[in-house]
């Protein structure tokens, strides 16, 4: 490999500072008229005491980014905080409150910087994933090494990645030899060894030593392509949950401003009935709920997979049982041996390794995974002298001056019942003519995949495998995992009807699966959850990707989509509890305007923070 320098920009974007991200505009308003509210509560009223010049100018100051806003809320007939909090400002200032309505103003203009300080930083969550890779990539063209724009790069070309650079594409090594950080892309903590003939994903951080990838999946098409897409989507969706939290907001403002109006009416007291106004605050649920949708899309990006759209994780949120696919899903996809029985007088070792050595230079998926399976238990399989492969059956081999055969029982006379077995396949054995054993092969259950299923458990889901496969498959896969529920042999049409009627039962349904056969049932389901190593058609059919196809990801996509849940509810329930009590207690005259103006500030504050919690740390996976 030619060796070649370290890319310029291998260093993620620092992030600002909390003080460099205040807009300094908003910050010098905030201050000048909180300044007025300080010095005309303290009896600087020139000219005229009822009228103070230096109050009316800290008012229109302040006042002109409220009402901007609370009048396009107005041309749009949307009832706003913005409006409510303006009208409490007016009447203050009316009836001769001036050090009140600056006080107001003063707290309204500082919540509006707390709450776009905070939705920053969940979108800086989601930027700082953007933003990662790198713009200018070297590529191998005509035995030389050029760098080129990222944009410029497509399928088929040989992109270099030198130590400390970040992989640009999805691709295979073809040289080289490393370890690459793909925490960003699959959530695994620790790096993992890679080289020639391993996938890598854009998005990794390559440690040590400069290898040379083939790209596959470029751009928009790639692992962080798709990420950022997704992100793109969630920042501009709208979930039913935001929705809803827009209409309670408006409904709140016409709570408040009705309780005013009651509260002059009974009272006759304009103090207390603007601090019924001041007091109702629901900025905390209409800023804190897209920012827990933000954060917590985040934070699964983080941790190994990614949601296409705000509407899907909070499907996710609601689901009841979860349905797997099997093979591909649950299990790895492809055949391993499992089980090697030789009749009596021949040994385990030896039958593996003629068998091994007559599949020698069978591309079957069988005959990989006897070789593979021999290989791994130390043998050195020979190579056959001929090789003879008769479709649908088996291998015929000399080795040796004896005659191999391996396959099916229609070409290795003489099987044994008790060689068959009804969860694997068996590939027979004979020796010029004679059985001598047979080899059990089959698709083995993913790593994680049992504590995954008693995880889902613990969480109060069901959990049912449906495939197409073989009903004593299945059965054998589901104990294995503990699983509830088994539908067996099924085609892709008699899948979707199934999930219907599950639905119409009332059940909510989330759907794994990996492959063609999948992309429909995904579709069908409330939540479609695809793995990132299956098919790209089942992948646009899903709403969830799995990228690492980590079974312990789609637990904690769960548990975050739960607990945004949680979060925004809580949010929900606090507000209404507090602006009710508030708007009783200033009725009553308990709550001064300044006071209402502090309950309210510090209630949005507290519910947009509580949101924030969901925004990932640096080193945070969930």
């Known amino acids: 490999m030619t060796a070649v320098a370290a890319p310029e920009a291998a260093a993620p974007p620092r992030r600002e500072s909390l003080w460099r991200r205040i807009d300094r505009g908003d910050l010098a308003r905030t201050l000048a008229v909180g300044a007025c509210a300080l010095l005309v509560g303290l009896g600087l009223t020139w000219p005229w005491p009822s009228v103070p010049v230096l109050a009316l100018a800290g008012l229109v100051l302040g006042c002109w980014p409220i009402a901007a806003e609370a009048l396009g809320d107005l041309r749009e007939r949307r009832m706003s905080m913005e409006l409510s909090m303006l009208i409490a400002i007016v009447a203050a200032a009316a009836i001769g409150e001036w050090t009140t309505a ?83 892309i699959t959530g695994e903590p620790l790096p993992v060894d890679i080289g020639p003939g391993d996938t890598v994903h854009a998005g990794s951080i390559n440690q040590i030593g400069a290898v040379e990838i083939r790209a596959e999946r470029v751009g928009a098409e790639s692992s962080y392509g798709r990420i950022i897409e997704a992100v793109r989507r969630a920042q501009s969706s709208q979930p039913p949950v935001q929705r809803l939290a827009d209409r309670l907001a408006a409904a709140l403002v016409y709570l408040a401003l009705g309780g005013a109006a009651l509260t002059y009416l009974v009272t006759r007291d304009l103090t207390a009935t603007i601090s019924v106004v001041v007091v109702a605050g629901a900025c905390g649920i209409a800023a804190g709920t897209p920012l827990a949708t933000l954060a917590a899309i985040a934070r699964i990006a983080r941790g190994g997979a990614f949601v296409k759209d705000g509407a899907h994780l909070e499907a996710l949120s609601g689901i009841d049982t979860v349905v797997f696919d099997k093979t591909g899903t649950l299990t790895v996809g492809e055949p391993h041996l499992v089980d090697v029985r030789p009749v009596e007088g021949w040994d385990e070792r030896e039958l593996l390794e003629l068998a091994a050595s007559a599949e020698a230079y069978s591309e079957h998926p069988l005959a990989t995974a006897i070789v593979r399976g021999a290989q791994e ?246």
């Open 377 to 622: 238990r130390g043998l050195r399989p020979a190579l056959p002298e001929s090789f003879t492969y008769t479709p649908g059956l088996g291998v015929t081999a000399q080795l040796d001056g004896r005659t191999i055969t391996a396959g099916s029982t229609a070409l290795v006379p003489g099987t044994e019942a008790g060689a068959q077995d009804a969860a694997a396949t068996a590939v027979h054995v004979a020796v010029d003519g004679r059985f001598v054993g047979s080899l059990l092969l089959a698709d083995t259950v993913r790593a994680g995949a049992h504590d995954a299923i008693r995880a889902l458990h613990r969480m109060g889901l069901r959990t049912m495998i449906v495939t197409g496969d073989r009903a004593e498959t299945a059965h054998l896969v589901a104990a294995q995992l503990g699983i509830d529920d088994v539908r067996a042999g099924l085609l892709p049409e008699e899948k979707l009807a199934w999930i219907d009627a599950e639905k119409a039962a009332g059940h909510r349904l989330a759907m794994v699966g990996d492959g063609v056969n999948d992309a429909p049932a995904l579709a069908r389901a409330d939540v479609g959850i695809a793995m990132g190593n299956g098919t790209q058609i089942a992948q646009d059919s899903a709403d969830v990707v799995l990228v690492s196809s980590d079974l312990d990801d789609l637990v904690g996509t769960v548990k975050v989509a739960r607990r945004a849940r949680r979060i925004v509810m809580a949010n929900f329930a606090g507000t209404i509890a507090i602006d009710l009590l508030g708007m009783a207690l200033a009725a009553m005259g308990l709550l001064s305007p300044v006071l209402a103006a502090l309950v309210h500030v510090g209630s949005e504050t507290a519910f947009i923070l509580n949101s924030a919690r969901l925004i990932p740390g640096r080193a945070s996976r969930r």
């Open 102 to 184: 600056l006080v107001i103003t003063t707290f309204v203009l500082a919540a509006e910087i707390l709450e776009d300080l905070s939705l920053d930083r969940g979108r800086d969550a989601l930027t700082d994933l953007m933003s990662f890779l790198p713009e200018q990539v070297q590529v191998r063209e005509d035995g030389r090494i050029i760098t080129v724009p990222l944009a410029e790069v497509v399928a088929g070309r040989t992109v270099v990645v030198s130590p400390g650079g970040r992989v640009p594409v999805d691709g295979t090594v073809l040289a080289g030899a490393s370890s690459a950080d793909q925490s960003r």
